[in-house]
C-alpha cells in the first residue's frame, strides 16, 4: 500500500534552517510529483512547493522563494523540504503529499506531519 | 494572486444535508478538489475534477462547479462528517496550487 512516512519533529531557532524527510513506498516514485504542504496552529492549509520526482523540477510558492529548497533522492524514494531563515511565523506542521495525474493531480496520499516549531 | 473563499462555518443536524461554498473568480473554469481534516489527522482527498470521488470515499459526498461557487454536498450528514473542509484548485496565471480558507462542519 503507498505510504509517505516523514522525519520526526524538529524544535530549532529563528535563523535557522530545518529539513524535513519524506519516505515514500508501495509505488513507483519517479512517476508522482511530492508536493509539500504546511498548517499553521489553528489555521488552514498552505501550499509550499513541489517537485517532479522523477526529473526533479521544483516549483515553489513566491511566498517561500528564497528560502525554501525541494529535493529528492530517488534511489531513496525520499524527498526533502528545506526551509532556511527560520522564523516564529514559520512554526507550523509541514505535510509532503502525492499529486495523482490519475485523479487530475489531486493530492491523494499524504504523510503523517512533520511539527516544526521556532523558538528562541 | 488567486483567492477562494470559503464560510468559516456550518452546522447541520444529523441525517440532514451539508452544503460547502468555494467562491473564485471564474472558478468554473478551474479543476476543483476538496479535502476533509479531522483533528488531528492529515488532509483526505475526497472530491477531485469538481465531482469526482476517489476510491473508498462514500456517494454522500458530491462536488459541483459553475462560474464562480463551487459547491460540496454531503447528504445524510453523519456524526463522524465533523470536520474541517478545504477547497484547492491551480492557479495556472501564478503557476501556484491555492487552497481556500477551510470551513469547520459542525453536527449539532
Known amino acids: 500500500q503507498v505510504q509517505l512516512v516523514q522525519s520526526g519533529a524538529e524544535v530549532t531557532k529563528p535563523g535557522a534552517s530545518v529539513k524535513v524527510s519524506c519516505k515514500a513506498s508501495?509505488?513507483?516514485?519517479?512517476?508522482?510529483?511530492v508536493h509539500w504542504v504546511r498548517q499553521a496552529p489553528g489555521q488552514g492549509l498552505e501550499w509550499v512547493g513541489w517537485?517532479?520526482?522523477?526529473?526533479?523540477?521544483?516549483k515553489s510558492s513566491q511566498k517561500f522563494q528564497g528560502r525554501v529548497t525541494i529535493t529528492r533522492d530517488t534511489d531513496a524514494s525520499t524527498a526533502y523540504m528545506e526551509l532556511s531563515s527560520l522564523r516564529s511565523e514559520d512554526t507550523a506542521v509541514y505535510y509532503c503529499?502525492?499529486?495523482?495525474?490519475?485523479?487530475?493531480?489531486?493530492?491523494?496520499?499524504w504523510g503523517q506531519g512533520t511539527l516544526v516549531t521556532v523558538s528562541s | 494572486s488567486y483567492v477562494l473563499t470559503q464560510p468559516p462555518s456550518v452546522s447541520v443536524a444529523p441525517g440532514k444535508t451539508a452544503t460547502i461554498t468555494c467562491g473564485g473568480n471564474?472558478?468554473?473554469?478551474?479543476?476543483v478538489h476538496w479535502f476533509q481534516q479531522r483533528p488531528g489527522q492529515a488532509p483526505v482527498l475526497i472530491i477531485y475534477?469538481?465531482?469526482d470521488r476517489p476510491s473508498g470515499i462514500p456517494e454522500r459526498f458530491s462536488g459541483s462547479n459553475s462560474v464562480s461557487t463551487a459547491t460540496l454536498t454531503i447528504s445524510r450528514v453523519e456524526a463522524g462528517d465533523e470536520a474541517d473542509y478545504y477547497c484547492?484548485?491551480?492557479?495556472?496565471?501564478?503557476?501556484?496550487?491555492?487552497f481556500g480558507g477551510g470551513t469547520k462542519l459542525t453536527v449539532l
Open positions: 517537485i517532479n520526482a522523477g526529473n526533479g523540477q521544483t
Open positions: 503529499t502525492r499529486e495523482s495525474p490519475a485523479l487530475n493531480y489531486g493530492f491523494d496520499y
Open positions: 484547492h484548485v491551480w492557479d495556472n496565471s501564478a503557476d501556484h496550487w491555492v
Open positions: 508501495g509505488y513507483s516514485f519517479s512517476h508522482y510529483g
Open positions: 471564474n472558478i468554473g473554469s478551474k479543476s
Open positions: 475534477y469538481d465531482s
